[in-house]
């Protein structure tokens, strides 16, 4: 199985709401990431998990929480969303080496489209 | 921030052509990497090239990697209206991947 599933694939939200994305993988890796990609632009790293410990924020405000449950799952929890905060955010994942520099090939999932009104 | 700039950043060929991309990059890194991506779908990995590696084959792809002049190149050979699509060279250093802006591929049919 090299599929990275991701739910829902929509959400439309409000800025007083709380939802949560869910991501999910079965295939033993070890890293798992979040980004947020705006209409023609580059996918923006926003958080890293090594071995379910956060190693990298990239100074993403705390209205983003992720939360790795176990090895399979990465979740991440929205509360106060602005209007500008709408992307598709992207789930992936790869191997991971917690001994090296692991930014091996990552594998993504279909992303979930928000719009925040 | 963005390490990767991609050149040209739209770029149309007829089916049969060749395609080329190019990506320069600023820092040192581990590996660089393409990917695809279809309009608001996820990402596919396509070829990592590793900073020992100079060149590599898979499948009508072939990128080559300059670590001297930092860039590398993607060519995709005899295009197919399939291969429409964004595609991104990404850095990987620090246990992360860092994406370019994106080159615009249209092959007409």
């Known amino acids: 199985d090299t599929e990275v599933t991701q739910t829902p694939k929509h959400l439309v939200m409000g800025m007083t709401n709380k939802k949560s994305l869910k991501c999910e993988q079965h295939?033993?890796?070890?890293?798992m990431y979040w980004y947020k990609q705006k209409a023609k632009k580059p996918p923006e790293l926003m958080f890293v998990?090594?071995?379910?410990?956060?190693?990298i924020n990239e100074s993403v405000p705390s209205r983003f929480s992720p939360e790795c449950p176990n090895s399979s799952l990465l979740n991440l929890h929205l509360h106060a969303l602005q209007p500008e905060d709408s992307a598709l955010y992207l789930c992936?994942?790869?191997?991971?080496?917690?001994?090296?520099?692991?930014?091996?090939?990552?594998?993504f999932g279909p992303g979930t489209r928000l719009t925040v009104l | 921030s963005q390490q990767g700039e991609e050149d040209p950043q739209a770029l149309s060929i007829q089916e049969g052509e060749n395609a080329t991309m190019n990506c320069s990059y600023k820092?040192?890194?581990?590996?660089l990497q393409w990917y695809r991506q279809n309009s608001g779908r996820g990402l596919v990995h396509l070829i990592l090239?590793?900073?020992?590696?100079r060149e590599k084959h898979s499948g009508r792809l072939r990128v080559t990697l300059d670590t001297s002049k930092k860039s590398s190149s993607l060519l995709i050979t005899a295009s197919r209206a399939a291969d429409t699509a964004s595609y991104f060279c990404?850095?990987?250093?620090?246990?992360?991947?860092?994406f370019g802006k994106g080159i615009t591929l249209s092959v007409r049919p």
């Open positions: 992936a994942s790869s191997q991971g080496n917690w001994y090296r520099d692991s930014s091996d090939t990552q594998y």
């Open positions: 295939m033993g890796h070890r890293a």
């Open positions: 998990y090594s071995y379910e410990k956060l190693s």
């Open positions: 820092t040192s890194i581990n590996n």
């Open positions: 090239i590793r900073s020992n590696e």
């Open positions: 990404a850095t990987g250093a620090n246990s992360k991947l860092t």
